[in-house]
């Protein structure tokens, strides 16, 4: 009587089919009934709400999958703003040996929900208390692991599966036991470089939950057990289920003797291992993972919010397409569970057995569809089930995001979340007005708060421009302005490469614009002095007047004649204006080392990115704010530019921003060959294709390119090349080297690349390379000293983030577009 009470609640809170015919009269009696070992499962009987009957539309679709023999039966539980709202039992736990009715209380085996629920968890918990280091390599808490090629995989790579191991441990061979699993870990190979590529493995949770009993002293079920589900009180969540839980089990399926596994962990690796591994084992229930998500969403007991939120957002790669936090997954192939409605800034996890589930914090709202679809044979699939039932979800609770909310999922998804993981504008037809179009637009109104000197009656103007400041007619900005109404052009100054940007050389002479007869200052020479715009002189006009393509990079030294300017024109107590132009590798991404403080130079002006992802007038307003120069300052925002546009999205013509600069594949590539240019390599100067191919006459083409494929760097090939380039170093001498192919710039980390270049040379060719010239223009000594001892590149690339995040923070501030 009592059991058949239970299982007419559980099937649809009313009757069953078959031969029950009970009804619920008084849900204080059914709890009565049911012995309620769950308090949060009760409430969710007692207290339903109106949501239960918008969230009936999931019910056909289970029964749906049911009958398709997707998978036998199921559990779904939803939470919304911190209670559940549904909760419910589908179809059977069991088929065979024996037909047996799903009850909400079921147990499963969760599979791979123990990478999250168990393994992660306990590994952030270490990571709170100072004990593990997310980029700590693996070795240095498990000596052992370090062998065979694994030297510079750090902990951050297994939890977000980019550490280049295989998926799974070898089980063609017998073997059994925990201590063995760990030993062909930890003698395992990479086979692939260590963050170069997502390959979901077992092994990295094998070998993380070794790390946790090695750091914590502890087995990792005792581990869990106290600090992760006992403070929950998760009373049916363990590894290894005792005897006494096997009725209320879910069965998986016949193993390959023939005998049903119920109670035993499915997993093939984890059951050879005696149950408990990092990677499943794992028992529970929906109730108790429903515990374990309102403990993520409230930010309580287990983590701190601060724990919550790093492992929760993007850890992989900066530039890898599969988006994965510590342990958790974001936006990959394996997101099914997400549906088709929820914003990439949610977060979950999936069981090869069928189970799920799935936080949303934006929304407050989590779904959890535990199944056994391996049931009876391994032939069922709840792949596409859960992507109906979170689609469903989403659309029946009519979840939105609200306004206050958008800043955590806007900043993982960015402009297009079919773009998975390159989180980038799509390339676009756009028409883009530079800063000199936009002024002329509106009738030089800029200029209006510009004084007149009194003895000529006009505003004298000095320009720094060269040949990139031409507006959307092909006209000079130079003669633009000399012919503006009540305009003086007095002077104008002209940059490294001249004002024609023809010249490769600092002996750059003062001369006279052809045109317009106005004298051309060159502010570019050998010296720091020779550099500077003499402030007395400045003193003689009323405002400067600045426009020039940048390439978007930090060392290009456009960027420190900015920034002289700034400084000069506060001594000389005049206005600055500066019309704004594109930055043709796009405004969105930020990449490489910050500059070191204490290391500026004119291929350094500021503690910045390598790649800093803004304009001119953007870099403007933070020199002048951030250096306290307090320059009278004007920035002319260009019209119609997103942060996403590469150049060649804009409309505008390209004009080579200096002689070697001739494309945009060439400026994509130039913020990391750049790096080492200044080392005894040629970057192809004097070449058809400067910054396109690297060489020396010491190098070998086809070893150097074979090494660099190797590395699997994300948006490029290397192709082994020969060339004679006619000026610059090794000048009529034959090198050998490779030409670098840009197949897919928006997932190339120039930086990076630079970095892995100097990784190569150092370790190819020890006797030939003098990478100390490098330093000047890296600018960073930490990460040139990691080069010097043969640090992986990706590690070393990984390290540079805390600082790059914090500039990236800083810089916001200072953004004009969005």
């Not at 002293?217 to 290894?240: I, K, N, W």
């Not at 390959?256 to 984890?270: F, K, W, Y």
């Not at 006009?458 to 000079?476: C, P």
């Amino acid at each position: 009587m009592r059991t058949a009470a239970l299982l007419v609640y559980s099937q649809d809170n009313q009757s069953i089919s078959m031969d029950l015919t009970f009804r619920v009269f008084s849900s204080g009696v059914l709890v009565m009934l049911m012995g309620c070992w769950s308090t949060q499962a009760c409430a969710a009987n007692a207290n339903k709400t109106s949501s239960d009957n918008r969230l009936r539309v999931i019910d056909p679709i289970v029964k749906e999958a049911i009958t398709a023999k997707e998978i036998p039966g199921a559990v779904l539980l939803v939470g919304h703003n911190g209670r559940v709202v549904y909760r419910k039992a589908y179809g059977h736990r069991a088929l065979e040996p024996r037909g047996e009715l799903m009850t909400a209380d079921t147990i499963f085996d969760m599979a791979s929900l123990t990478k999250v629920m168990a393994t992660t968890t306990s590994v952030m918990q270490l990571v709170e208390q100072g004990k593990i280091k997310p980029n700590d390599v693996v070795e240095h808490y498990l000596p052992e692991f370090g062998q065979n090629g694994k030297q510079d995989v750090t902990v951050r790579e297994l939890l977000t599966h980019y550490s280049g191991l295989a998926p799974d441990l070898d089980l063609t061979n017998m073997w059994g036991g925990k201590t063995t699993a760990y030993n062909m870990a930890f003698a395992g190979k990479v086979e692939n470089p260590p963050g170069s590529r997502f390959v979901y493995s077992d092994i990295n949770f094998i070998t993380l939950g070794a790390l946790v009993e090695r750091v914590s002293g502890e087995s990792l079920d005792h581990y869990a057990q106290e600090h992760v589900f006992a403070p929950l009180s998760m009373t049916h969540t363990r590894f290894l289920p005792p005897p006494s839980w096997r009725t209320k089990i879910a069965p998986t399926q016949y193993d390959d003797s023939g005998h049903m596994l119920r109670g035993e962990v499915h997993d093939p690796t984890a059951r050879r291992m005696g149950g408990i591994a990092g990677h499943a084992g794992l028992f529970s229930t929906a109730d108790d993972t429903a515990k374990f998500a309102q403990a993520l969403l409230s930010g309580k007991r287990i983590l701190s919010p601060l724990a919550i939120e790093k492992m929760t957002s993007p850890q992989q790669p900066p530039n890898a397409t599969a988006i994965r936090g510590f342990g958790w997954d974001i936006d990959t192939p394996y997101s099914s569970n997400r549906g088709d409605l929820l914003p990439v800034g949610s977060f979950g996890h999936t069981g090869f057995t069928g189970t799920s589930l799935w936080i949303d914090p934006v929304t407050d709202t989590y779904i959890i569809l535990l199944t056994n679809a391996v049931h009876p044979r391994g032939q069922g699939n709840a792949i596409s089930l859960r992507t109906r039932v979170a689609t469903a979800v989403t659309a029946a609770l009519r979840l939105t995001v609200p306004e206050k909310e958008k800043l955590r999922w806007e900043s993982i998804t960015g402009y297009n979340e079919a773009l998975a993981g390159g989180r980038r504008l799509a390339a676009r037809n756009g028409v883009v007005l530079a800063g000199i179009d936009v002024l002329e637009q509106h009738n030089f109104d800029a200029l209006d708060s510009v004084p007149t000197d009194p003895g000529s009656g006009k505003k004298r103007i000095g320009i720094v421009t060269n040949q990139t400041g031409i507006d959307s007619q092909g006209r000079r900005t130079i003669d633009v302005i000399a012919h503006a109404t009540g305009v003086s052009l007095n002077a104008i100054f002209s940059p490294e490469h001249g004002v024609t940007g023809t010249f490769d050389t600092p002996a750059i002479a003062d001369s006279k614009d052809a045109s317009s007869g106005v004298p051309v200052y060159s502010v570019y020479g050998a010296t720091e002095k020779a550099r500077r715009p003499p402030v007395e002189a400045l003193k003689q006009l009323d405002a400067i007047i600045l426009d020039i393509q940048d390439a978007g990079v930090r060392f290009y030294t456009y960027e420190t004649t900015m920034g002289y300017f700034l400084e000069a024109v506060a001594q000389a107590g005049i206005a600055m204006i500066v019309l704004d132009r594109p930055n043709p590798i796009t405004g969105s991404f930020v990449q490489g080392p910050v500059s070191d403080e204490g290391r500026e130079s004119f291929v350094n002006y500021s503690p910045i990115a390598v790649r800093h992802g803004m304009t001119m007038g953007e870099l403007a307003k933070m020199y002048n704010r951030e250096r306290h120069l307090n320059a009278k300052l004007t920035v002319i925002p260009m019209q119609g530019w997103m942060r996403g546009d590469w150049y060649d999205s804009t409309g505008l013509t390209w004009t080579n921003p200096s002689p070697n600069l001739r494309s945009v594949t060439e400026a994509a590539l130039y913020p990391g060959v750049a790096l080492i240019e200044g080392t005894n390599v040629s970057v192809g100067r004097g070449t058809a294709t400067p910054f396109e191919i690297l060489g020396a006459p010491w190098v070998k083409a086809r070893e150097f390119a074979q090494y660099l494929n190797a590395r699997e760097i994300a948006g490029v090939r290397f192709v082994p090349t020969g060339f004679t380039p006619n000026t610059g170093n090794y000048a009529g001498q034959r090198c050998e080297g490779v030409n670098i192919l840009l197949l897919e710039r928006n997932l190339l980390d120039a930086p990076e690349l630079g970095i892995e270049l100097a990784s190569a040379l150092t370790k190819l060719y020890p006797g030939q390379w003098q990478r100390q010239k490098m330093l000047e223009i890296l600018a960073n000594q930490p990460v040139f000293d990691a080069l010097a001892r043969g640090e992986d590149p990706r590690r070393i690339a990984q390290e540079w983030q805390g600082r790059l995040q914090q500039f990236e923070s800083m810089r916001e501030k200072y953004l004009i577009y969005k």
